[in-house]
């Protein structure tokens, strides 16, 4: 009867959320003794692991949640055992069922989680998979928090029916050399943690172009919000950047940025970047990755020399820019002696083209974006070596950055797409991630604290120094309001 049932619900989430599997060939048929471990984000979590596991396994539930009338049908189709984490004897039952022979799953954090990230790892399933002597499958969950069904609600957007991700690692032992006592206890709870935070980071899908990682992120945070603002007060959103970015890509197309290198150059085509930190600068890099070129991001701030010898090792033949820029910067010298060994294309020159057709057609592409990017950059990956296209091959040096210049001719730093991704992933693991108005609100109060911390010290030396009386109030720091009221502020926030 339950793996009748296993089989309609699994069936059942592979239609509504679309789950996908991975590492599940390593799943071990023949351990005697196996404890399940997995991230806790949703209330799904129990019913996917019992429904994608090829073993249905004994669910350890909590005695204070296994009392909630919409969790008794759950555990009324499945093998659980209730457990108090208050009584010390817990883990003992749990170890009897694991020398027994049975498969248990269990959720190491012991309650789900408020931010979407790992929360505090608990060492009690280390120390019955040690005593028991049984192996640990690690499980990842991926994307369950964005349902209804999850604690995160108003800090991202929850969907109905989210797409979910299921990530299985190899099994592994425990080892402790410590002997029975407490520092035996916490290398295991270590070990176990460090395992759990490994988990976390092969969840994560980062084997994608940067694109497609952030058209995942466009789906799953929603497309209403503002995500780039620049000092120019310019705000877009997900819809807004990638339709700019789709009438940019069609652009440069026409301009012919797209003929491959000559051969024995290299493969692939590498276009520079000489831009701001401003909008402009995303919209570029996005639009070349987004018609499956190389971007080549060049330091204004570097000589001619240096701009130069990084173009001419990075292989690129065509250097974007900006004239309004080329002028606040005073980059004239810089830009007439780059335009004499590359092809130097303005922004303000394209503008003139992008007419109503090209616009349109931008904005329909956006509609479709997925679509748009692999019909245009073709089968991009963040692993391949290079990528076969009807018209030239895409190198897999996804970003070359000559940002920092070590010797007289310098060498860019070449990265992939998933070295970039890796970034936003780092966070997820150790940490605990807020929405970043969240992050900004919490910067924006540290930092009025610890002005207001300064002021009140320097105060007081100047009493004790001067033997005044306390300053007027009108000396206090103003408080701080949003980057665009207060900009001395804000442009010390601008890290959030």
Request: with cysteine; aromatic share 6%; proline share 7%.
């Amino acid at each position: 009867m339950r793996h009748v049932l296993q089989r309609l619900a699994r069936g059942l989430f592979r239609r509504l959320f679309r789950v996908e599997l991975r590492g599940w060939e390593h799943y071990p048929h023949d351990e005697p003794r196996l404890l399940i471990v997995a991230n806790h984000v949703s209330y799904l979590d129990g019913a996917l692991l019992a429904a994608f596991l090829p073993d249905v396994p004994m669910f350890v539930i909590n005695t204070h949640m296994a009392r909630h009338w919409w969790v008794k049908p759950f555990i009324a189709v499945t093998r659980h055992i209730s457990i108090d984490p208050t009584n010390s004897h817990y883990l003992k039952t749990l170890i009897q069922h694991l020398k027994a022979g049975e498969r248990v799953a269990v959720f190491p954090e012991g309650r789900i989680s408020f931010t979407g990230a790992l929360m505090k790892i608990y060492e009690g399933p280390a120390l019955a998979a040690d005593k028991a002597n049984a192996a640990l499958l690690p499980v990842y969950i991926e994307g369950a928090q964005y349902s209804l069904l999850s604690r995160l609600g108003g800090m991202v957007r929850q969907r109905l029916l989210p797409r979910i991700r299921l990530t299985m690692l190899p099994p592994r032992r425990l080892t402790a050399t410590g002997g029975n006592g407490r520092a035996r206890r916490r290398q295991l709870g270590r070990q176990l943690d460090e395992l759990m935070v490994e988990l976390a980071y092969a969840g994560m899908n980062i084997d994608q172009p940067l694109a497609a990682a952030m058209l995942e992120t466009w789906e799953r945070q929603g497309g209403r919000r503002v995500i780039l603002e620049d000092a120019q007060e310019q705000r877009l959103g997900w819809r807004a950047l990638f339709a700019r970015a789709f009438i940019l890509a069609e652009l440069l197309e026409a301009e012919g940025v797209s003929s491959p290198l000559p051969p024995g150059e290299g493969q692939g085509v590498r276009v520079g970047l000489l831009l701001p930190n401003a909008a402009a600068a995303v919209v570029g890099l996005l639009a070349l990755h987004l018609c499956g070129r190389t971007p080549v991001v060049l330091n204004f701030t570097a000589g001619i020399h240096d701009l130069i010898s990084a173009c001419h090792t990075a292989q690129a033949r065509t250097v974007v820019t900006s004239r309004a820029f080329v002028e606040t910067a005073s980059l004239q010298p810089q830009v007439a002696a780059l335009s004499q060994q590359v092809r130097v294309l303005f922004l303000e020159d394209l503008r003139p083209r992008a007419t109503l057709p090209v616009r349109l057609r931008g904005l329909a592409r956006a509609l479709a974006p997925g679509w748009s990017f692999r019909r245009g950059a073709g089968p991009v990956r963040a692993g391949d070596p290079n990528v076969n296209r009807s018209r030239h091959r895409l190198s897999s040096r996804d970003l070359s950055e000559t940002a920092n210049h070590l010797a007289h001719d310098p060498q860019p730093l070449v990265g992939r797409h998933v070295l970039v991704e890796l970034r936003p992933v780092e966070s997820p693991g150790p940490l605990e991630v807020l929405p970043p108005d969240a992050l900004e609100v919490v910067a924006r109060e540290r930092l009025h604290r610890r002005l207001l911390l300064r002021h009140a010290a320097s105060n007081s030396r100047q009493q004790r120094r001067h033997c005044h009386d306390q300053p007027h109030s009108s000396h206090l720091p103003p408080p701080l309001g949003p980057p665009q009221i207060n900009r001395q502020y804000a442009s010390q926030t601008s890290y959030c």
